[in-house]
Nanobody, 123 residues
Framework: QVQLVESGGGLVQAGGSLRLSCAAS????????MGWFRQASGKEREFVAT????????DYADSVKGRFTISRDNAKNTLYLQMNGLKPEDTAVYYC????????????????WGQGTQVTVSS
């Protein structure tokens, strides 16, 4: 079983950047497909980006494509989300998640979740 801990959230002005990290422990990180999801107040959790076990296949929600980059360092057991050109509508709690098997954008398919980190973008 893998444990996930996110960090790097905060308050930033529109147009700014943040890098989120997700540290994994207790499992073989390189065997998991990983994803970033977010949940804004009063809304359902939604897909942001996913990455396969080796890092050579990624997918992004249309709303973040071209602005966000997902990556992973299997030697460091860490997942990243570089967020550039942040907009007020990106404000949400961001979660990393892990699952065995092929990568998918469905939150319900992920077995392990972090506690989340708040990202707030001011206009």
């Amino acid at each position: 079983q893998v444990q996930l801990v996110e960090s790097g959230g905060g308050l930033v002005q529109a147009g700014g950047s943040l890098r989120l990290s997700c540290a994994a422990s207790g499992g073989t990180f390189s065997s998991y497909s990983m994803g970033w999801f977010r949940q804004a107040s009063g809304k359902e959790r939604e897909f942001v980006a996913t990455i396969n076990w080796s890092g050579d296949s990624t997918d992004y929600a249309d709303s973040v494509k071209g602005r966000f980059t997902i990556s992973r360092d299997n030697a460091k057991n860490t997942l990243y989300l570089q967020m550039n050109g942040l907009k007020p509508e990106d404000t949400a709690v961001y979660y990393c998640a892990a699952r065995r098997g092929v990568v998918t954008t469905r939150p319900s398919a992920y077995d392990y979740w972090g506690q989340g980190t708040q990202v707030t973008v001011s206009s």
